[in-house]
């Protein structure tokens, strides 16, 4: 891993244990971003000359006062003219987030302004004896908070989507690194923007035990310039590694799902839908998904059961072959169907549904 000494500007490289306490920076990429290779060979008076300084001096500031030595950003701290580099990186994004003292959120679009009211107030603390009038009171400051960053191009990206997740301390600038607020304070308005969990953001929840369709719905609207990209941003979310193939387009979205059938027998995955003008334009559908789109409804899907008792399921050559569990999973439908159990339930407003509302897939079986 490759970090900045924020008193030298200096990059240097270290492995494992003997990897020092950093800030990391996320932010959305934009014209004149310094690369590896510009901030080791160019001058500091060269690099400040590019657009793309400004965050990195700013990161390197941010940290070097709250007596950090050392900072990641990833414009300059990858080699991207290395596939190998590259593909370890990426593979290990999810986890230098996690591992950061302090990650720094830059929204470049975000006028300026006070810190953010709502996440100043601690109307949460005394939650028991607000009035009907506080309430409406406190979210009107909400809807407020809300208006204020949804507009923002950080909360559409696919790469940011981990960046959010990871860090345990995160902390949101303005366009003039102004600090609005903490997301440990602002999880409510986040949440809202989202469709995330605060108790996800908060970490009090752990990626593992939410249903595979759900963490998916999270990067339903969210986009990345290159196709293959919307995958291995999604990497950490499911703790699965990849080998990056840029130029295989869409399929790269085919891989991650067989890599997620690999490492977990979560039957949510097969719980995606599509809307009402894919469905008029093709009329048969595989069993996976064609991308992230797909799982745009799916917020609220939640586990009935345990994954591990779960039917089955591994991916071959011929197609997905299930192993129906004793007494349950894949049953014999109307003449030429077999029906699988996806053993979730869907809630609205937290109220889970009856076991027997349990979404299921159908197969249809034909003889030649």
């Given at each position: ?238 703790d699965v590694q990849l080998p990056l193939l840029y130029g ?41 998904a064609p991308s992230p789109r797909e799982f745009a409804d ?29 007494g349950g999973g894949l049953r014999l439908g109307e003449v ?33």
């Open positions: 891993m490759r970090v900045i000494n924020t008193k030298t500007f200096k990059i240097e490289e270290f492995h494992g244990s003997n990897i020092p306490r950093y800030a990391i920076l996320s932010h959305t990429w934009e014209e004149e971003e310094v690369s590896f290779q510009q901030f080791t060979q160019l001058s500091r008076g060269e690099m400040e000359k590019l657009k793309g300084f400004s965050k990195i001096n700013n990161t390197c500031r941010l940290a070097l006062d709250s007596g950090i030595e050392w900072a990641w950003v990833d414009t300059c701290c990858i080699d991207k003219t290395s596939s190998a580099e590259l593909t370890e990186a990426i593979n290990s994004m999810f986890r230098w987030y996690s591992d950061a003292e302090v990650c720094y959120a830059w929204l470049s679009d975000l006028e300026t302004g006070g810190k953010t009211a709502y996440a100043e107030s601690k109307w949460k603390d005394n939650a028991s004896k607000e009035t009907e009038e506080q309430a409406a009171e406190q979210g009107r400051a909400l809807d407020k908070e809300v208006k204020k960053y949804a507009h923002c191009r950080w909360f559409t990206r696919g790469w940011t989507l981990q960046e959010l997740i990871a860090p345990a301390r995160l902390g949101f600038y303005n366009r003039n690194w102004e600090l609005q607020g903490e997301k440990s304070h602002m999880s409510a308005v986040l949440a809202t923007i989202t469709g995330i969990s605060e108790l996800v953001l908060l970490g009090e929840d752990s990626l593992a035990s939410l249903s595979v369709a759900q963490r998916m719905s999270w990067a339903a609207k969210r986009e990345t310039t290159r196709t293959e990209d919307m995958v291995y941003c999604l990497l950490g979310i499911f295989e387009g869409s399929k790269a979205f085919t891989r991650l799902q067989d890599e997620i059938i690999r490492a977990t027998n979560d039957l949510s995955l097969f719980a995606w839908r599509v809307d009402a003008n894919q469905a008029r334009s093709q009329k048969h559908w595989g069993i996976l799916c917020a609220s899907i939640d586990l009935w059961v345990d994954p591990m008792l779960n039917s089955e399921c591994v991916m071959t050559s011929k197609g997905l072959r299930v192993t129906p569990v004793p030429g169907t077999y029906v699988m159990n996806l053993e979730y339930f869907q809630h609205a407003k937290h109220i889970p549904l009856h076991r027997n509302a349990s979404p299921r897939i159908m197969a249809h079986h034909e003889t030649f």
